[in-house]
T-cell receptor, first 116, second 117 residues
């Protein structure tokens, strides 16, 4: 069965360290997204991609970067982790334009990141 | 700019009560999509429904129903005869069509529903 997997599921790191969260989907979806979930803020969009080599900034992109070198993966990098980036991170994908249900997101299980 | 407001932060009901979760949205587009997602205590996000802006028909799926009213920019979600398993955080979301197509979703802050036995 197709799926979207995130790793690691839990990570504790220190301020200033570089951290990469992996997202891998086998749906063959064109679109991929990273959201963060914080109490009182709901889900906020960090970065997104509509295809290979395409990346776009979302609402809360400062301090984060992504790259899309293939269809399956959209890793999220925190260049220098800050305590404000302690959060639960969700990766999601959707089929893309021209496909039924083009914008229905399928989410990964989430990655809980703690920055000390 | 698009915006989704879920004014109810938390709701607590007793099993078998009906409960309505409110969602109000703002958009400048005439073509857009509205969604509801469920996040149970286990943490995963589960898709419930998508409606486009041209389809104002209400929808019913078992104990769940959705009321879409463009006149009030609302897309409310009602659970009839609530059950403990309905306890979750529910998110409303909006996606605008936009120039070139926009498939990113903007989410509300969520409503935490607790159904007590």
């Amino acid at each position: 069965d197709a799926e979207i997997t995130q790793s690691p599921r839990h990570k504790i790191t220190e301020t200033g360290r570089q951290v990469t969260l992996a997202c891998h989907q086998t749906w063959n979806h064109n679109n991929m997204f990273w959201y963060r979930q914080d109490l009182g803020h709901g889900l906020r969009l960090i970065h997104y991609s509509y295809g290979v080599h395409d990346t776009n900034k979302g609402e809360v992109s400062d301090g984060y970067s992504v790259s899309r070198s293939n269809t399956e993966d959209l890793p999220l990098t925190l260049e220098s982790a800050a305590s404000s980036q302690t959060s639960v991170y969700f990766c999601a994908s959707s089929p893309g334009l021209g496909v039924a249900g083009a914008n229905v997101l399928t989410f990964g299980a989430g990655s809980r990141l703690t920055v000390l | 700019a698009q915006k989704v407001t879920q004014a109810q932060t938390e709701i607590s009901v007793v099993e078998k009560e009906d409960v309505t979760l409110d969602c109000v949205y703002e958009t400048r587009d005439t073509t857009y999509y509205l969604f509801w997602y469920k996040q149970p205590p286990s943490g995963e996000l589960v898709f419930l429904i998508r409606r486009n802006s041209f389809d104002e028909q209400n929808e019913i799926s078992g104990r769940y129903s959705w009321n879409f009213q463009k006149s009030t920019s609302s897309f409310n979600f009602t659970i009839t005869a609530s059950q403990v398993v309905d306890s979750a955080v529910y998110f409303c979301a909006l996606s605008e069509e936009g120039q070139g197509g926009s498939e990113k979703l903007v989410f509300g802050k969520g409503t935490k529903l607790t159904v007590n036995p």
